[in-house]
């Protein structure tokens, strides 16, 4: 099996600071890949760089596009970039006021995709809208409602729907449960994993929390000052780690 | 009388407006930035037409003002007489002795032809402004021809009212390519937009951009499958003049709420009624 996503020494520094240092890994089609560490060892800046938000010094990052098969999505034009992160790629905030359009309607927010890539009839884009709010468990009666009037957990949810009406099959997410309550989180985290399983998603899932790559991620990297320091299937790395600084990261996890 | 260059801008700057314009022409639809001068009269009053006028002006034309149709306002008066004064050129009411008209808010009800130039006064160029505020990505979308989030506006006119509510300013394609914000015009004027004989320029003195229409180009009205497009006006005949083609404004005409209907373009309204033409309301 070709792999969907693959990683190829990516680096990225800012001035003398290093966001993150050749970080190679494969990612294969429905699988889930967590990335932990602590915060300022590079998550996001590594994320960023895979999702097309920011530009690798080195690197590649080559995805298996549906159209050509494997292209180096560092080196493609910008506009087969933003292409593909509106198609294929679906990219969840943390905050989701970064992912939604606060002054837009639910359906609206979600049709957004939809009319991006073409779509032209209103009954139809509002229906699939209203479908997926059903399926992120959000009420079709708020259809029209702005998410300002919605909760954490709704915006959250509205933003998955958003993202996923496309029908992508690469999903970044950028601690998706963070700030949100623990009742909410595990709501949440419960969608997700419905979702992933039933879509057969890819996804790269940023955390800080254990307890959310232990229930999604199929594989697991650790990551200190930029660098992956450990790798392997998430109940491995999780109950057995080999490198000093996961074992301290699981332990301290285990002491709260 | 105080000296002024011919039209009020120095030479340079019209040369520069002219780039600008011959630029904008080049690329239809497309906002081509200018570096806006100072003008006698505050921004509302359409510097960004009057310095696209200053720079097309010559001895031998004839200028029309038009505002909302009407010759006769403060706005449009003045902007005349301005061009009276530092130009010294002839000014007309009359659509077709013009070879120059600057608008703002309509299209003259009488077709225009190759000898004419269509010149409009823009307060907000950008038509993607509402949704996404930050100039850089609209200029990002328009390079990449990603123009979604146009229908959105349109999706949310819909899912709040039932229908496409927007009613001026209505957004086009360009030709295929660019998406327009056409001033703000009811939509009754868009289908005049495509295809018309005469040069269309917009010019936005705030915002300092100026974008082109040339002679016969395609212009399309944005709109959905299942909501297409209308362009529509209130459903009367002129009171004056008695047209059934023409956009209406409605007019208070006592203090008991009588109203009537008419042609806001006066122009054309008094040529039909000059004609014998006569409506339900006329004197
Ligand atoms: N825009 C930036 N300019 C300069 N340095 C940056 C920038 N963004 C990140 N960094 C630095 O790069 C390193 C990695 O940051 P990054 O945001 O990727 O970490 P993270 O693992 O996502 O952290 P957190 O868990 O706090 O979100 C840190 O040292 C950070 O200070
Ligand atoms: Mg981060
Ligand atoms: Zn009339």
């Known amino acids: ?256 | 009388m105080t000296e002024y260059n011919f039209a009020y801008l120095d030479e340079q700057t019209k040369r520069m407006i002219r780039r600008a314009i011959l630029k904008g022409l080049a690329i239809p639809g497309y906002q081509v930035p200018f570096a806006s001068r100072e003008m006698p009269m505050p921004y509302g009053w359409g510097t960004g037409g009057v310095q696209v006028s200053a720079a097309l002006l010559t001895p031998d034309d004839t200028f029309k003002v038009i505002d909302q149709g009407a010759d006769d306002t403060t706005n449009a008066v003045s902007i005349r007489s301005f061009f009276e004064r530092t130009a010294g050129v002839a000014t007309t009411t009359a659509t077709s002795e013009a070879s120059v008209i600057q608008t703002r808010h309509r299209i003259p009800e009488d077709a225009l032809t190759e000898n004419q130039i269509l010149v409009y006064q823009v307060p907000i160029p950008e038509p993607l402004r509402f949704l996404e505020p930050r100039e850089s990505e609209t200029r990002k979308m328009h390079s990449l021809e990603e123009y979604g989030l146009m229908h959105v506006k349109l999706y949310e006119d819909i899912s709040r009212h039932g229908h496409i509510a927007t009613s001026y300013a209505y957004p086009v394609k360009v030709e295929g390519r660019y998406v327009m914000d056409p001033s703000p015009i009811p939509k009754f004027d868009n289908p005049k937009l495509g295809n018309m004989a005469a040069i269309q320029l917009f010019g936005a003195g705030r915002e300092q951009r100026i974008y082109a229409l040339p002679p016969y180009t395609q212009v399309v009205s944005l709109d959905f499958e299942d909501h297409p497009f209308e362009a529509s006006k209130a459903d009367h005949p002129c009171g004056l003049c008695d047209a059934t083609d023409s956009y209406l404004d409605e007019v208070i005409i006592d203090d008991q709420g009588g109203r009537m209907f008419v042609c806001s373009d006066t122009d054309y309204c008094t040529a039909r009624q000059a004609a014998g033409h006569k409506g339900k309301d006329a004197a």
């Open chain 1, 1 to 256: 099996m070709r792999p969907l996503l693959s990683v190829q020494g990516v680096s990225k520094r800012y001035g003398a600071h290093i966001g993150c240092a050749d970080v190679s890994f494969d990612l294969y089609p429905g699988e889930v890949m967590g990335i932990v560490g602590e915060s300022g060892s590079g998550k996001s800046t590594l994320l960023n760089c895979m999702a097309g938000h920011i530009a690798p010094d080195a690197g590649k990052v080559i995805f298996d596009t549906r159209a050509d098969g494997p292209k180096d999505t560092v080196t493609m034009s910008e506009a087969q970039r933003r292409m593909l992160s509106r198609t294929d790629w679906a990219f969840v905030h943390q905050h989701a006021r970064d992912g939604l359009r606060m002054g837009v309607s639910a359906g609206g927010n979600v049709g957004e995709r939809l009319m991006a890539v073409g779509e032209r009839h209103y009954g139809d884009i509002r229906g699939k809208a209203t479908d997926w709010l059903e399926r992120v468990e959000i009420d079709a009666t708020r259809v029209d409602d702005r998410p300002t009037t919605f909760s954490g957990g709704m915006q959250q949810r509205l933003q998955i729907a958003r993202n996923l009406v496309t029908g992508p099959r690469l999903v970044f997410m950028d601690e998706p449960t963070g700030g949100l309550d623990v009742s909410v989180q595990a709501r949440l985290l419960d969608l997700l994993r419905g979702l992933v399983r039933d879509m057969g998603l890819s996804a790269i899932i940023v955390t800080h929390d254990l307890a959310v790559v232990r229930l999604l991620a199929d594989r697991l990297m650790v990551m200190k000052s930029g660098r992956v320091v450990e790798a392997g299937l998430t109940d491995q790395v999780l109950d057995d780690p080999q490198h000093a600084y996961s074992q301290l990261l699981v332990s301290s996890v285990l002491q709260v």
